[in-house]
């Protein structure tokens, strides 16, 4: 037996326009927030009394490869050194800095790699593919970025905490949920005619019969 819910047009209007303005929030992803599997972080410099943001980092994950790319802001730029910008991967939380291959090898599954971008450069991308242990977890980073802010050489930070030293610590999620209109996941139509928004919903439940032999 089918049963028939029939929604009125004026509770019909209040819930799509719900829904619509959710989907429509969900479009524009939230600074910091992840969403299709990418989001953007500050960068900056500074301790425990402060930071002064010189820069952003977008990062994305597809299964084991993530990419992130650097992007300078105002004066600031890569420095003339050697492996100016570091990556660290864990399958913990970062709690403090961990400088170097030999550090980052002490975390949970700690994984390094070291880039050396051109000097004076204001922008770069490097792209890391995350070992066996990372499949169907979280992956933690904490990106060393060697920056030349107007003359001073600093470590940035991919989203810093202020702590002394400064650190920085991305939660990239294992996989990413695109946004839906707030997590609504049924079906709605919606007939829009002269101005007025009609809709039916039906749900279909069929009795079973439990019966010896059925």
């Given at each position: 037996m089918a049963r028939t819910t029939r929604w009125t047009m004026a509770s019909v209007a209040a819930a799509s326009t719900i829904i619509l303005s959710s989907?429509?929030?969900?479009?524009t992803p939230v600074y910091g927030t992840w969403n299709n599997g990418q989001a953007t972080f500050q960068m900056g410099y500074g301790n425990v009394h402060g930071v002064t943001y010189n820069g952003t980092a977008t990062v994305s994950r597809s299964g084991s490869q993530v990419a992130t790319t650097i992007s300078f802001g105002g004066?600031?730029?890569?420095?003339?050194?050697?492996?100016?910008?570091?990556?660290?991967?864990?399958?913990?939380?970062?709690?403090?800095?961990?400088?170097?291959?030999?550090?980052?090898?002490?975390?949970?599954?700690?994984?390094?790699?070291?880039?050396?971008?051109?000097?004076?450069?204001?922008?770069?991308?490097?792209?890391?593919?995350?070992?066996?242990?990372?499949?169907?977890?979280?992956?933690?980073?904490?990106?060393?970025?060697?920056?030349n802010d107007g003359g001073t050489v600093n470590t940035s930070m991919v989203n810093p905490v202020q702590a002394t030293p400064l650190?920085?610590?991305v939660d990239v999620p294992q996989s990413d949920v695109p946004l839906s209109a707030g997590g609504f996941t049924g079906a709605v139509v919606v007939v829009v005619l002269g101005g007025a928004t009609m809709a039916v919903l039906t749900v279909r439940a069929r009795r079973r019969r439990h019966a010896l032999g059925a």
């Open positions: 989907a429509a929030a969900g479009a004066g600031s730029a890569f420095d003339a050194s050697s492996t100016n910008f570091q990556i660290c991967a864990s399958t913990s939380a970062f709690t403090s800095k961990v400088a170097g291959q030999a550090n980052c090898g002490g975390t949970p599954n700690g994984t390094w790699w070291g880039f050396t971008e051109t000097a004076g450069a204001k922008t770069a991308t490097e792209t890391i593919t995350l070992p066996n242990a990372f499949l169907s977890k979280n992956a933690y980073l904490q990106l060393h970025v060697t920056s650190y920085g610590n």
